[in-house]
Nanobody, 111 residues
Framework: QVQLVESGGGLVQAGGSLRLSCAAS????????MGWYRQAPGKQRELVAL???????KYLYSVKGRFTISRDNAANTVYLQMNSLKPEDTAVYYC?????WGQGTQVTVSS
């Protein structure tokens, strides 16, 4: 079983930055893709960014150029650097590793 611990959320003004972290521990034999998702009130959960074991990345169109996903394989940790944040980025952000979900971290962007 994999445990995920997320951190880095908070309240920030529009145009600001936040960095999310998600550390995986437990029964990890191999980690393939690591991803960040978000869910705003009344909306479905959506994929924000994904990074494969080889380092290939994929982004939600609306965050391209503003968000950067990265991973530290030695530490089993995935990061999401979020710059130029907008009020519409407000959501609970979840990491996903090997199909397991983190507890979520709230990101609130004020206008």
């Amino acid at each position: 079983q994999v445990q995920l611990v997320e951190s880095g959320g908070g309240l920030v003004q529009a145009g600001g930055s936040l960095r999310l972290s998600c550390a995986a521990s437990g029964s990890i034999f191999s980690i393939n893709a690591m991803g960040w998702y978000r869910q705003a009130p009344g909306k479905q959960r959506e994929l924000v960014a994904l990074i494969t074991s080889g380092g290939s990345t994929k982004y939600l169109y609306s965050v391209k150029g503003r968000f950067t996903i990265s991973r530290d394989n030695a530490a089993n940790t995935v990061y999401l650097q979020m710059n130029s944040l907008k009020p519409e980025d407000t959501a609970v952000y979840y990491c996903n590793v090997n199909g397991e979900w983190g507890q979520g971290t709230q990101v609130t962007v004020s206008s």
